[in-house]
């Protein structure tokens, strides 16, 4: 079983910055690439950024520039670092990572915490 634990959400005022973590724990024997995604009332989810396990990253264009994705991966977790944050960056916050586990080796599977809101209002 494998689960992602995500945190460090909240309300913030335009300008402001939050720092989302997502922490994979469970049977992991690796982890590929890891990444957020976001979804606002009405609208569907949306990649933020991403990020391999070599370290390359990609992002939206909404978001470069202020975004800062990054990953520890002796902790099997991602970050995000937002800056100078914007009405328009209100939404629910997903981590998704692609997985290999012990018990099936020769797979990866896609995993998805449950969500952190961020609101950004003043």
């Known amino acids: 079983q494998v689960q992602l634990g995500e945190s460090g959400g909240g309300l913030v005022q335009p300008g402001g910055s939050l720092r989302l973590s997502c922490a994979a724990s469970?049977?992991?024997?690796?982890?590929?690439?890891m990444g957020w995604y976001r979804q606002a009332p009405g609208k569907e989810r949306e990649l933020v950024a991403d990020i391999t396990s070599g370290g390359s990253t990609n992002y939206a264009d909404s978001v470069k520039g202020r975004f800062t994705i990054s990953r520890d991966n002796a902790k099997n977790t991602v970050y995000v670092q937002m800056n100078s944050l914007k009405p328009e960056d209100t939404a629910v916050y997903y981590c998704k990572a692609l997985i290999t586990t012990n018990q099936r080796m020769g797979a990866i599977f896609q995993y998805w915490g449950q969500g952190t809101q961020v609101t950004v209002s003043s």
């Open positions: 469970g049977s992991i024997f690796s982890i590929n690439a």
